[in-house]
């Protein structure tokens, strides 16, 4: 547990409004950040404010400490003790990254002829399928380009 969550209502109340004036002096209306849908909407502003203030009384922020008093100040629309406290949660994030890659696979094939095989040859025996390079023994594989083409978060789940 982090000290400023074990702070008394008396202590953690001037933090909290001191937090509200930086936000209305930086034009956010605190009708407008009633619910958790507001915060989400201008979460990075919020995020950004938050931060700046709370850096003025502790060392080191983080997510969690500013989500926390955004947890404050949802919950306490006149800041009246006792201030309901939010619970810290949990959550599982599944993302997904789509990595597109050029790879070179390297197969060595033993074939027997009486002539001489060449790319001409392997060429045709290959479009007619008595050829496949798959066929053979892996002998090396080499990525030799690769690039991010799409991700997405595919679930958030508080566990």
Do not use: C
Not at 57 to 82: G, Q, R
């Amino acid at each position: 547990m982090k000290p400023y969550q074990e702070y008394s209502d008396k202590a953690i109340i001037p933090i909290i409004r001191d937090i509200i004036e930086s936000l209305e002096s930086n034009g956010i209306n605190m009708e407008d950040v009633v619910t958790i849908d507001d915060v989400t909407k201008n979460f990075e502003e919020l995020s950004e404010i938050i931060t700046k203030e709370l850096n003025s009384y502790f060392s080191k922020v983080d997510f969690e400490d500013v989500t926390y008093f955004m947890a404050l100040i949802i919950n306490n629309d006149d800041l009246e003790p006792p201030l309901k406290r939010p619970k810290l949660k949990t959550f599982e994030i599944t993302h997904v990254y789509q990595r597109v890659e050029t790879v070179n696979y390297t197969y060595r094939t033993e074939m027997k002829s009486f002539i001489t095989i060449d790319e001409s040859i392997l060429g045709e025996l290959h479009h007619t399928g008595e050829y496949e390079p798959w066929d053979g023994n892996l002998i090396d594989e080499e990525t030799i380009d690769g690039d991010y083409s799409e991700d997405w978060i595919e679930n958030i789940e508080e566990v």
